[in-house]
């Protein structure tokens, strides 16, 4: 069995994973502080229960799709280059 080794020129280039992975937890980190600060919006701006659940709403389909982008669509384009 032939064993092969990784050399330099060979290795993968990882800078694009790097910036993919900070990305996602930028992306993530900004949806953890908008969500520890839905109360203090609810109380500034006397927003109801209904109107808080629509803001939560919109916020969950905003992280499902930011979420679907950094977890499907960027790392295939990582690995068709």
Known sequence: MQTTT???????DMKLFYVYFAGFIATSLGFIF???????GEKEFN???TK????????????R??????????PITILVK
């Open 6 to 12: 990784i050399t330099p020129a060979t290795a993968p």
């Open 34 to 40: 908008r969500a520890l600060l839905l109360p203090e």
């Open 47 to 49: 927003l109801n229960q």
């Open 52 to 63: 808080l659940g629509a803001i939560v709403c919109v916020d969950c389909g905003l992280f």
């Open 65 to 74: 799709s930011a979420l679907l982008k950094w977890v499907i669509i960027f």
